[in-house]
C-alpha cells in the first residue's frame, strides 16, 4: 500500500512542476456572467454539464456517518447547494483582489451545520483504504501556509475554451516547497448514494461559479 500511494504522489510530480512557473501571471477566474472571481466573495459552485451532470456542491454526513462533513453534489442541477468563499494565499479584507486560475486557494462553505461544531473548510481527508479513495472533506482551515496545511490548499484551472469552465485540482505549489505530496485533479466518486467528491487520475468534475448574495460570517 505504501509503494502504490507514493507511486501516486510521484506520478503528478511532472504536473506539478509545470503548473509552478504559471502562477502570477494567470488569468483572474470568470464566473458564468462573464464577471471576475473576487476573493472573500460569495459564490455557488455548479456542474457546467446541464441535467446528467447534476448541480452544486453541498454537504453530508462523512462515511462513517458522522463529522467531519463530507463535500458532495447535488444529483439535481436544479440546487446550487451552498455558496462558497475563496481565501488565497495573500489575502486581507484589506487585499482581497480576484481569484486567478492556478492559484492556491482555501475553500469555505457559507453554512451553519449545528450538529458538526467544526470549520467548513475544504480539506483531503486521509487516504479512505476501504473505498480506496482520498476523499474531499471539512475541518481544515483558512490561511497559515505551509507543509502542515497542504491538504487545505485548492486550485481552478480553467478547461475548454470559450465558454467559462473550470476544474479542481490539488495540487500546492504557493504553499511549500516540498514537491513529494499528493497533485490530482478533483472529480465526484460514487459512494453510499451520494457524489463524493474525491482525488481521481480520469474524469475532474466539470464547474462553473454562480456569483451569491451573502455577506462573510
Partial sequence: MKSSLLALSLS???????????LGRSDPLLDLDGDKVEAGSAYYIVSIIIGAGGGGLTLSPNRNGSC?????????????????FFYPINYSNENRGYVHESMDVNIQFYANI????????????NYDEKRGAWFITTNGVVGNPGPQTLPNWFKFVKI????????????????SESIVHLCSDVGINYV?????????????????????????S
Fill in 12 to 22: 503528478f510530480l511532472f504536473f506539478t512542476l509545470l503548473t509552478k512557473p504559471l
Fill in 68 to 84: 467531519p462533513l463530507d463535500v458532495t453534489q447535488h444529483s439535481s442541477d436544479l440546487l446550487r447547494g451552498y455558496p462558497m
Fill in 114 to 125: 449545528i450538529s458538526c461544531n467544526e470549520p467548513m473548510v475544504w480539506k483531503v481527508d
Fill in 160 to 175: 475548454g475554451v470559450g465558454i467559462n469552465a473550470y476544474k479542481i485540482v490539488h495540487c500546492p505549489s504557493d504553499v
Fill in 192 to 216: 453510499e448514494s451520494a457524489r463524493r467528491l474525491a482525488l481521481t487520475s480520469t474524469q475532474p468534475f466539470r464547474l462553473g461559479f454562480i456569483k451569491a448574495q451573502v455577506l462573510p
